[in-house]
């Protein structure tokens, strides 16, 4: 079975390595003549492990790459039948060889150590296409981080054309790692070729470049804040984890990192606390999953930086926690341009997790299931926020050709979002407002959220309105255009799939209860309003099809120049304060 789907292409935010496949199969040839690395000084302990679901899914066949499930059984992973090319350079990433390390057993490790040999024997000459920067480092910081599984406790010296396809890597990165896409992709290659070379004998001279090249990007991509232009929350994390094990291998070996790559480091791990929940994982917005599980945690103890955020809002998102329990709101205008290819019209969204359980969530980003799931998670109403019918906060658009940005960006963004947290004697007040709406319809989205101290109730106002005399003017307009006398409009809870959700026997709220035992109810203060219980979907990196889970839906409409709907969604009364949560989730995903 195959299933084929596009997907975005890797964050770029800037030019493009598309344009030097020539010069990049030149070098690939040029490569073979590289001296080989002489072994290891020291096999490097694996710093990226990945899911084991996804891991037993590999040695079961079925191969889930770049939007594409492919059912196969053939003996060797670069055989498989009836795959585009946006699967095959998923595969020539090797990024799956996390996930088979993750599972760790005699067939993960047979299966990678026979992939990887034909890999050499197939392409190791510099043919396929797997020789371009972006790829290349990709494959080589797995390679090393992996070492132990694909050697296998065999002796050094049983490797040959191991040591001699990674000197091989080396020198093609070493001349191409520039023309690596900007963001991850760069950041892959150039601590790829760091780590190469300081775990690997004869590999020295590639250190110095590398430092300089960490140092240079660490400038140009992280901002002030600790922030991506993705604002894409597991892309930061990936980057920090990417820079922190660079610095320790550097320590490790008496060296340090360049200044600019330390205060990286030292920028990044506060604003990544702030987008933590409080059972370990992301917030999930702008393309960003859940991450994986515990990679956050172990980066950041590896880091040793104990700065906690100060500031109102991390990489523009604001965080309100209360006992066990933790909001994050996306309160900042999203991502323009080359960065918001993979972004979410996502505006004042938030989501809350209680304990080691999420409750309300987003529906999270579709690009592994598909081009229609992609453009489906990136609209408004796939967000826990107020959507007009039809029409998102930000609008997905074609880009300039010849710009050399593939996929769609983001358009008409809100321009003017605001956000202020207000401390109270009980609780903490978040005040948010976006204009996204303000050209369209002459409306702004105003939103209230109110955590008690003891997270045990989460209050919001959302407030929809023509609120000056030009945007009432728009708004009449509006409804002349189209001869219509109001607006509808709707505001979305999406429940995270583990939650049950139903309503109550009196039809007066929405039941919402944790796998921990705990047990939250929804209300809606507004009588005019109306509240059903719908379908929704939970978009998951690493599982092989889209979750069904439901949504609280709150449907009002404006007539008027502004109109509110009050809700609450809180712990009920007989549910403890403190819970010792045992229940395990499922180990493999469907």
Not at 106 to 113: F, H, Q
Not at 264 to 287: C, K, M, N, Q, Y
Not at 348 to 364: D, K
Not at 533 to 546: A, F, T, V
Request: net charge positive.
């Amino acid at each position: 079975m195959s299933t084929a789907a596009q997907k975005s292409p890797a964050p770029n935010y800037g030019r493009s390595s598309a344009g030097g496949g020539l010069l990049n199969r030149i070098h690939a040839r040029f490569a073979i003549f590289a001296k080989p690395a002489d072994g290891f000084l020291r096999i490097p302990e694996p710093r990226m492990i990945g899911l084991p679901a996804r891991g037993e899914q590999l040695i079961a066949g079925n191969f889930l790459m770049a939007g594409e499930l492919v059912e196969s059984r053939t003996p060797s992973i670069w055989d498989i039948p009836g795959t585009g090319p946006a699967f095959q350079r998923e595969l020539h990433g090797f990024a799956w060889l996390d996930d088979l390390a993750a599972i760790g057993d005699s067939a993960a490790r047979n299966r990678a150590r026979a992939w990887a040999e034909d890999w050499i024997r197939r392409f190791g000459a510099g043919s396929g296409p797997g020789w371009t920067p972006d790829l290349t480092g990709r494959r080589l910081i797995r390679w090393i981080n992996h070492a132990a599984l694909l050697l296998d406790g065999r002796p050094m010296d049983g490797h040959p054309a191991f040591f001699r396809s990674l000197g091989r890597q080396m020198a093609f990165l070493g001349r191409r790692w520039r023309r690596a896409a900007e963001g991850t992709p760069r950041f892959e290659a150039l601590t790829g070729l760091l780590c190469a070379g300081l775990a690997l004998r004869g590999m020295e001279r590639h250190v110095a470049p590398a430092v300089r090249g960490l140092g240079v990007e660490c400038e140009a991509l992280i901002d002030g804040a600790g922030g991506v232009p993705s604002r894409n929350p597991e892309e930061l994390m990936e980057v920090f984890a990417l820079l922190t094990w660079a610095a320790g291998a550097l320590n490790r070996s008496g060296r340090s990192p360049a200044p600019p790559h330390a205060s990286a480091i030292e920028r990044v791990a506060p604003t990544l606390r702030a987008l933590r929940h409080s059972d370990g994982s992301l917030a999930r917005f702008h393309g960003g999953g859940r991450g994986i599980e515990g990679r956050l945690d172990r980066s950041l103890a590896a880091a040793g930086v104990k700065a906690i955020a100060n500031a109102e809002t991390a990489m523009g998102y604001a965080r309100l926690q209360g006992g066990r329990t933790t909001v994050i709101a996306d309160a900042a205008p999203p991502p323009t341009g080359a960065a918001s290819r993979d972004a979410h019209a996502s505006t004042l969204a938030f989501e809350l997790t209680s304990g080691r359980r999420p409750l309300i969530v987003s529906c999270g980003t579709g690009t592994p299931f598909g081009g229609e799931w992609s453009q489906s998670g990136r609209a408004t109403p796939s967000h826990s926020t107020l959507s007009l019918e039809g029409y998102s906060s930000s609008r997905l658009g074609p880009v300039v050709a010849g710009s050399g940005i593939g996929g769609e960006i983001l358009l008409d963004t809100p321009r003017d979002v605001r956000c202020r947290r207000i401390p109270g004697e009980d609780a903490v007040q978040l005040m948010m407002s976006h204009d996204g709406w303000s050209e369209t319809h002459g409306v702004i989205h105003v939103r209230r959220l109110d955590l008690t101290n003891d997270g045990r109730n989460l209050s919001g106002i959302d407030t929809l309105g023509a609120l000056t005399s030009e945007t009432r003017s728009r708004f009449d307009r509006y409804l002349e255009r189209f001869g219509i006398e109001e607006v509808s409009f709707r505001v979305h809870f999406h429940i995270h799939p583990d939650v049950e959700a139903k309503p109550t026997p009196d039809g007066d709220g929405i039941s919402l209860a944790l796998k921990s035992g705990e047990v939250w109810m929804f209300r809606c203060g507004d009588g005019a309003a109306a509240v059903e219980l719908e379908q929704s979907i939970y978009l998951e990196k690493g599982r092989l099809k889209p979750r069904p889970t439901r949504q609280v839906v709150i449907s009002s409409a404006l007539s008027a120049h502004a109109a509110q709907v009050h809700w609450t969604i809180a712990k009920t009364g007989d549910t403890p304060t403190v819970i010792r949560d045992y229940q395990r989730d499922d180990a493999v995903p469907l």
